[in-house]
Structure formats: structure tokens, C-alpha cells
């Protein structure tokens, strides 16, 4: 489980990835046009819609788990530093 854990983590994309995927579909849904210039129907902008959501959501996801992984290293200091102080 632990490997299958990890594996998952390597695969997530970055944030910065995600928020350049972001960018990407901001910039289709704003010209309505795909990414060879092609014009979009009403059902791909509102595929795009759905996924800019999704994105939204893992970015957002990704931050919490940034944040998580933060509070959890200053816990771990603390309680070192506090072993130490004894």
C-alpha cells in the first residue's frame, strides 16, 4: 500500500502544472478556440468548463496537502526540539 502510495505521489502533477493547464483553458474559453485555432462548440466549452473545475479542485487539494505536509514538519521540530531541551 505504501508503494502504491508513493507511486501516486510521483505521478500527481505540480501545481504549476496545474495552473498552467488553467491558463490554458482561461485563454480557449475566452477566444473560444481550441489549441490549433479551431472554433469550439458549446459542448467542448463546457467540457472545458467541467475540467477547469476539476483542476480548480486538485490545485486546491494540492495546497492543502502542501499546507498539511508544513504543519505536520513544524509539529516534528518542535517535538525534536523539545526532546532535545530535556
Known sequence: MLKER???INEA???SA???QITDIDKQID???GGFGEPLTDETLQA????R??????LATANESKMSRSKLETII???VSKAFNK
Open 53 to 58: 473545475e476539476r483542476l480548480q479542485g486538485l
Open 18 to 20: 496545474i495552473q498552467k
Open 31 to 33: 477566444t473560444e478556440t
Open 48 to 51: 472545458l468548463e467541467v475540467e
Open 77 to 79: 521540530r518542535e517535538e
Open 6 to 8: 508513493r507511486e501516486s
Open 13 to 15: 502533477p505540480s501545481r
